[in-house]
């Protein structure tokens, strides 16, 4: 009984040996592959720069603020421009409320001064309220004229704010140049922006102008609106084309819009789209859609624009055939008058022409001339009765004997 468990022990022992033998001899791999993934380089806003000096100070925080860099590290070495701590919170201060750029785009900005040895490495932590795209993408102007092509570019793409540096700065009105973009484009803008004004800083001849466009409609509605617009001016144009005379055209101008709705009266955002798109017609949008669909057809038109009783009126001016007229498209639909066209040029009578115009020898002679001309007129009249005798008449009863 003993021998037989003392064999199957053996046997265990002899079983596990062997496997754990086998454990040894073979070798399993194991492989794991995932896909590579590309990560972006993380930007490195460790490496300090170095100066020496003041202005080298205020440089190097200005730099971070051109390049949107939230923490930067300054050293300082051999500083011989005064006490280095109160010139690193005079430089963030300067830079961040009295330079353009930095009273533009920083929040705010706080700084750490740290003596290591031989040299200060100073800390600089800004926060900014414009993204770095917003700091890049301002411009340089120099002039008025720079300054109107900025808002006129600004407003055809429907943008909801600018940013412009201005070196000298002078007294612009922006927000004028805007209405007057505005009124010179009916086709372009679609909308009239509230336009409000910012400058960065407030004082000094350097400042960075942000201007801003307020839009009640959205972008994408924009663009649409202005698409409508465009196909309906183009319609009507087409609709005059084979027209014979330029009168004969606004005549049908005047007919396309009376056929297109019903209209009703009341004010827009929107005014030439409404009048044009949604039948609600006001003397302002009905004129510029006026001067459009007259451009476009060939003729001769501006907008006018007048205060009478108290309140603003619209209408347009049209040269039709070479003749001037007023006309008020808008107060002709409401009415149910017809078309009505007052020519600013009537025919008027010739005026009388004056002394040296006249072709009369008299006209032309002093008083003294005239009197002297009467008196020998009468002196001659009286020569040729004395020379001529009276021719008497016969008497009744008698006969004259030749």
Not at 154 to 173: L, N, P, Q
Not at 281 to 307: D, F, H, N, P, Y
């Amino acid at each position: 009984m003993r021998k037989a468990y003392f064999g199957i022990i053996l046997c265990a022992m002899m079983f596990a040996a062997f496997f754990s033998g086998c454990n040894r001899l073979i070798q399993t791999e194991y492989y794991s592959i995932t896909p590579h993934a590309e990560q972006e380089p993380a930007v490195d806003n460790t490496e300090a720069i170095l100066v020496e000096n003041f202005a080298e100070l205020k440089n190097a925080i200005l730099s971070f603020v051109e390049n949107g860099v939230e923490t930067g590290t300054v050293r300082i070495y051999k500083y011989a421009s005064g006490d280095v701590e109160e010139d690193v919170a005079k430089a963030t201060y300067e830079v961040s409320k009295k330079n353009p750029l930095g009273a533009y785009a920083v929040d705010y900005m706080t700084h750490e001064c740290n003596l290591i040895v031989s040299y200060y490495e100073v800390k600089i932590t800004t926060t900014f309220r414009r993204s770095v795209e917003e700091i890049r993408s301002i411009r340089q102007v120099g002039s008025k004229e720079e300054l109107r092509e900025v808002v006129a570019s600004a407003m055809g793409s429907y943008k909801e704010r600018v940013a412009v540096r201005i070196s000298y700065y002078e007294d612009y009105d922006p927000v004028q140049m805007a209405q007057e973009y505005y009124e010179r484009n009916p086709g372009v803008v679609v909308e009239n922006p509230q336009v409000t004004v910012n400058l960065y800083p407030e004082t000094g001849a350097t400042k960075i102008m942000e201007i801003s466009f307020q839009y009640q409609n959205s972008h994408q509605e924009l663009l649409e609106k202005k698409t409508a617009i465009l196909t309906n001016v183009a319609a009507a144009a087409q609709y005059v084309r084979y027209a014979g005379s330029e009168w004969e055209k606004m005549q049908l101008i005047y007919v396309y819009l009376q056929r297109r709705f019903s209209y009703e009266e009341g004010e827009s955002i929107n005014p030439v789209y409404s009048a044009l798109c949604e039948g609600i017609a006001e003397e302002e949008g009905v004129a510029r859609a006026i001067w459009l669909i007259c451009g476009q057809s060939g003729i001769t038109a501006s907008v006018v624009k007048e205060e009478k009783d108290g309140s603003v009126h619209y209408g347009n001016l049209v040269v039709l055939d070479g003749i001037e007229y007023t006309v008020n498209v808008a107060h002709d639909i409401f009415n149910g008058s017809g078309l009505q066209l007052i020519n600013n040029n009537p025919v008027e009578a010739p005026e009388p022409l004056d002394a040296e115009e006249s072709s009369d020898p008299e006209a032309n002679m002093s008083e003294g001339e005239a009197e002297e001309q009467d008196m020998q007129e009468s002196e001659s009249e009286m020569e040729q009765d004395m020379e001529q005798p009276e021719t008497l008449q016969p008497e009744e009863g008698e006969t004259q004997v030749e």
